[in-house]
């Protein structure tokens, strides 16, 4: 029933711009903390950001600035707006949804990868 969609990947050069969505059904969206991991080969999974329920958020402070993380209750969807990539931004970012009465949900990941 619980469906964790990810998108918005590819390939974008230095300097460039991309937004990942992702969109979940089957949970109480508005109940659930949300957020984004990323994973580059050979190098720990890491917490790029989150999303609160009460509207606050955290941001690796490699990424602050450039990243942001917002959600759209409505639509059930959160997104990651990434500009300014850098090479170092290249890894898999799996989005996940942590909720009250259950266990955590995570997309099936989508490639990004940052080179000129």
């Known amino acids: 029933q619980v469906q964790v969609v990810e998108s918005g990947g590819g390939l974008v050069q230095p300097g460039g711009s991309l937004r990942l969505s992702c969109a979940a059904s089957?949970?109480?969206?508005?109940?659930?903390?949300l957020g984004w991991y990323r994973q580059a080969p050979g190098k720990p999974r890491e917490l790029v950001t989150r999303?609160?329920?009460?509207?606050?958020?955290y941001h690796l402070a490699s990424v602050k600035g450039r990243f942001t993380i917002s959600r759209d209750n409505a639509k059930t969807t959160v997104y990651l707006q990434m500009n300014s990539l850098k090479p170092e931004d290249t890894a898999v970012y799996y989005c996940?949804?942590?909720?009250?009465?259950?266990?955590?949900?995570w997309g099936q990941g989508t490639q990004v990868t940052v080179s000129s």
């Open positions: 996940y949804a942590r909720c009250p009465a259950g266990p955590d949900y």
């Open positions: 089957g949970i109480v969206f508005s109940s659930c903390t």
């Open positions: 999303s609160n329920t009460d509207g606050g958020t």
